[in-house]
């Protein structure tokens, strides 16, 4: 005791504080701090709430591979680098922030919530007021009760009954082979390469239902990855109901730029939605809904899908299980965002220029809208017209979006403004 008494004499303030805060299980979230009589002032270390991360609904949440980024200050949120260090508001949907593997060298980032935090919260009170009957109660202990869940806990591998009723629109027509790359693919497990979940603890699997019922926005991003050349961001990783991509300016920053800058931007989006309708996979991606905020462009000029909320998936290899429009089977985990959902049509009636039309009229026809001379600018504007139709005929929709693809090629310029493709243009008929 007297040898403790005398380790403890020693310590300085900071450290006695330190050891003080182990013992009480909070060190987590203190910030440290130093009375001015004690010696010269520390740093304050960035004080978090386990609310703000959304750690205290985990494991109803998204889940935690890079917490310790965080809290190793790896991760930090642009207002941290002012002079306040303050944490934003909680209530925002995304927040612009810097990512560093050394410390010394930073990239911008995004991080972003599922839904708003009012959202979460409403979807919180309703799983306890129909579960449980009460106001307040433990989230991941009423869906763990589920008989959804329960099923999800004995199963083997993910299969489309399990999914039956999840309204985000990647799982409104899943197929087996969908399925089996989400299990393969889930970043917030190691990875074992298998479409079984033998590798999945309990408590991934209920990260793995929440995250697909709520917005499968970040499975999207893991499972098709721009490393492999698909037309999406960069996911870090999550944690709590936080999750990390890399940054990018939206479409709607470019809305009014110049003519060479709106026909390369346009011709992107012209390639990237003919690379969702035909590729090596044999996967059909399609919009329910586009904004200005679907599309983002990196800082090299490249554009890329920057919200995959609103992608539906159809198989075209193996269809699906449910394209005979089956009564679909509803539960808790069908109305985790809002109380009532659209319908969706069936799978077998999405026409493959759905996400075109959708395009035209909401985003090129802003992009492109008096950008050019006239002569040229008459010829864009009656091709989005037509292909901004959605009641013609699919050849009629597609013809004028080729058509418009070869009245924007010769207005695209090749020099270093456009670096992700510079200088390859030069020696490249492709651009």
Same mark, same amino acid.
């Given at each position: 005791?007297?040898?403790?008494?005398?380790?403890?004499?020693?310590?300085?303030?900071?450290?006695? $504080?330190?050891?003080?805060?182990?013992?009480?299980?909070?060190?987590? &979230?203190?910030?440290?701090?130093?009375? *001015?009589?004690?010696? *010269?002032?520390?740093?304050?270390?960035?004080?978090?709430?386990?609310? &703000?991360?959304? $750690?205290?609904?985990?494991?109803?949440?998204?889940?935690?591979?890079?917490?310790?980024?965080?809290?190793?200050?790896?991760?930090?949120?642009?207002?941290?680098?002012?002079?306040?260090?303050?944490?934003?508001?909680?209530?925002?949907?995304s927040y612009s922030g810097n990512y560093s593997d050394d410390t010394k060298s930073w990239r911008p980032v995004e991080i972003s919530r599922l839904t708003t935090k009012y959202q979460h919260d409403q979807s919180d009170k309703r799983i306890c007021t129909s579960l449980i009957h009460t106001k307040s109660c433990s989230i991941e202990r009423a869906l763990w009760k589920t008989e959804r869940f329960q099923k999800w806990l004995k199963a083997k591998r993910l299969t489309p009954d399990l999914v039956q009723g999840l309204h985000t629109p990647m799982l409104h027509c899943p197929s087996q082979r969908l399925l089996d790359r989400i299990v393969r693919r889930y970043a917030e497990v190691p990875d074992a390469g298998s479409v079984y979940m033998d590798h999945f603890t309990d408590r991934d699997k209920l990260r793995l239902l929440y995250t697909l019922s709520v917005n499968a926005h970040p499975i999207m991003l893991q499972i098709f990855p721009g490393a492999e050349g698909w037309p999406f961001p960069k996911y870090l990783g999550s944690c709590g109901r936080l999750i990390v991509t890399i940054s990018t300016r939206p479409l709607k920053a470019f809305y009014g730029a110049s003519s060479d800058v709106a026909a390369d931007l346009a011709l992107q989006v012209l390639a990237v939605l003919e690379s969702m309708t035909n590729n090596d996979l044999n996967y059909f991606f399609y919009?329910?809904?586009?904004?200005? #905020?679907?599309? #983002?462009?990196?800082?090299?000029?490249?554009?890329?899908? @920057?919200?995959?909320?609103?992608?539906?998936?159809?198989?075209?290899?193996?269809?699906?299980?449910?394209?005979?429009?089956?009564?679909?089977?509803?539960?808790?985990?069908?109305? $985790?965002?809002?109380?009532?959902?659209?319908?969706?049509?069936?799978?077998?009636?999405?026409?493959?220029?759905?996400?075109?039309?959708?395009?035209?009229?909401?985003?090129?026809?802003?992009?492109?809208?008096?950008?050019?001379?006239?002569?040229?600018?008459?010829?864009?504007?009656?091709?989005?017209?037509?292909?901004?139709?959605?009641?013609?005929?699919?050849?009629?929709?597609?013809?004028?979006?080729?058509?418009?693809?070869?009245?924007?090629?010769?207005?695209?310029?090749?020099?270093?403004? &456009?670096?992700? @493709?510079?200088?390859?243009?030069?020696?490249?008929? @492709?651009?």
């Open positions: 005791m007297l040898e403790m008494r005398s380790c403890v004499h020693h310590l300085s303030p900071q450290m006695l $504080l330190s050891v003080l805060c182990w013992s009480l299980n909070c060190c987590l &979230f203190l910030e440290a701090t130093v009375s *001015p009589s004690s010696g *010269p002032r520390v740093k304050p270390s960035y004080s978090f709430g386990r609310t &703000f991360l959304g $750690l205290d609904k985990c494991n109803a949440c998204i889940g935690t591979s890079i917490c310790k980024k965080f809290f190793k200050e790896e991760i930090r949120f642009d207002s941290w680098l002012s002079s306040h260090l303050k944490l934003p508001p909680n209530y925002l949907s919009f329910t809904r586009v904004d200005a #905020g679907t599309f #983002g462009v990196f800082s090299d000029g490249h554009l890329f899908i @920057r919200d995959a909320s609103t992608l539906g998936v159809i198989d075209k290899q193996e269809g699906s299980q449910w394209m005979n429009g089956q009564q679909e089977e509803k539960d808790i985990f069908s109305c $985790l965002v809002t109380d009532t959902q659209s319908m969706q049509p069936p799978c077998n009636s999405i026409k493959p220029t759905q996400s075109l039309s959708m395009v035209c009229a909401e985003l090129l026809s802003k992009l492109l809208k008096g950008t050019f001379l006239p002569p040229v600018q008459k010829k864009i504007d009656h091709a989005l017209n037509i292909c901004a139709d959605s009641s013609l005929s699919t050849q009629e929709i597609a013809m004028a979006a080729q058509e418009l693809d070869e009245i924007l090629k010769p207005l695209r310029t090749c020099d270093s403004h &456009f670096a992700y @493709r510079f200088p390859d243009c030069k020696y490249s008929v @492709r651009f």
